[in-house]
DNA sequence: CGACGATTTGACTCTACTCAATGTGTGTGG
DNA sequence: CCACACACATTGAGTAGAGTCAAATCGTCG
């Protein structure tokens, strides 16, 4: 039997819209899979990447979804991020060459792996790579930055509504539905990312199907009102 | 009259191992000091950019200081970041090639302009150049990523102890002191960007003061037991 | 089927907010 | 150089939103 996984590569990945690929020619697509390997399937629960490990890889997920997180001086692990396909992970690491924060999967997730000094090489002969790998980064300084004013001077509903939308417009961004998703995160991990109690989130969650804004079933979550739901987030 | 400014260049510029000509050699920072320009210095409450314009240049701070903030649809300023001598401004804004912030001087501040498009085509030619904007633009994803951790989870008081280390932090690698220091910002800058009222800002500072943690003149800090307000911040 | 982890709900507490009043510094114009 | 005005900062009192502690229920995976 043939590897199931050899047929997979950037030119027919879906995600390649949002990821490294982004805006290269079929040329480009292709030198940039060359250097690509296909990791393989990762558990919920296995940890892809320890904080202060060498960096050597960057990982692009292809499917699933994961966590990363700190571990602060009193030793509390403290969420930075929830990674879903299309997404890369370990943009945190390159200024010191070593990885920053602990990667753990959510569910079974596959991901690529990118070689770092590759991708260097790749970059400084490919403008359109480089640009990509700047809009990449520079996202993320933007999203992480953003999420800072989120979280100040607002509400834990706010929060929490803000959380909804913002997982809904990715979950779109990646040609799923915005209305109905799965969370792969405990209510605890939910948490944490936000700065909130457990029984915070479970409460406003409560409040919010109460309302008739959204429907919760465990870890199904349907957005009745989308555009209250973005009201509330404000 | 000669112009005053035409001396400085990165080869002499003291926040050089902070900025952008980290470890380039003499002529890869004559390179990079070719294509920047000195901007004419800016007054206390002047806005360098505003969010939405076109991305030409990014900003190395060369003295002073200012603030990031972003602008909510209530109409409500956050701050998201405050730059010192040697930090660049504008990476949150390549993914768009617009600024996603308005930046504000806090003082009358000196500033070295960069244009991207010559950045990029240096950045081609130059390994080096290009590790260093990948340096700064990952630490920038970390700190702000490491911020959002510190904020969540933590007490008025462990965020302002925090707030006060990191400065101080900052300030001993420019070359400053690490002990006493003058805060640029108003109260409520401080509490707009941690998330606090200015009272609470206010009380928190008396009460360091109380303990004898810190001495509070004004916009003048002076750390006592620089330790303890570390241990404080955990 | 049983055990353990995750979630929900309730009761009580406390931290940080709001509102209010007063004090302090800075900078501008006469 | 001084006086006044305005922005900034401090302190107090009362309140509310989210945390903690506790207990019950639900789900999932051996």
């Known amino acids: ?64 979804s994961l966590k990363s997180y700190t571990i602060d001086d009193n030793g509390v692990e403290q969420i930075i991020d929830f990674h879903l396909p299309g997404d890369v992970i370990g943009f945190d690491g390159l200024s010191e060459n070593e990885h920053r924060s602990y990667t753990q999967a959510l569910e ?29 980064m520079s996202g993320e300084i933007f999203t992480s ?28 961004e990646r040609g799923l539905s915005s209305r109905s998703y799965r969370l792969t995160m405990t209510r605890a991990d939910i948490g944490n990312y936000l700065g909130l109690s457990v029984e915070t989130i479970s409460r406003i969650l409560s409040n919010l199907q109460q309302e008739g804004v959204i429907e919760v079933q465990n870890k199904l979550v349907e957005i009745i009102e989308p555009l209250r739901l973005r009201e509330m987030a404000q």
Chains 1, 2 share one sequence.
């Open 145 to 172: 930055k953003q999420l800072l004013g989120t979280l100040n001077n607002r509400t834990a509903q706010q929060r929490v509504a803000h959380f909804l939308v913002t997982l809904a417009e990715r979950f779109k």
């Open 108 to 136: 079974t997730s596959m991901l690529c792996e990118i070689p770092i000094t590759a991708l260097d090489e790749l970059a400084e002969q490919m403008p359109g790579l480089r640009r990509q790998l700047w809009r990449l």
């Open 1 to 64: 039997m043939t590897n199931m996984t050899s047929h997979i590569h950037c030119q027919n990945c879906s995600m390649a819209a949002l990821c490294l690929p982004y805006q290269l020619d079929q040329e480009g697509m292709a030198r940039l899979d060359t250097i690509i390997q296909r990791h393989k399937p990762i558990q919920k629960r296995d940890i892809l990447v320890h904080a202060g490990a060498p960096l050597k890889f960057l990982y692009a997920v292809r499917s699933g």
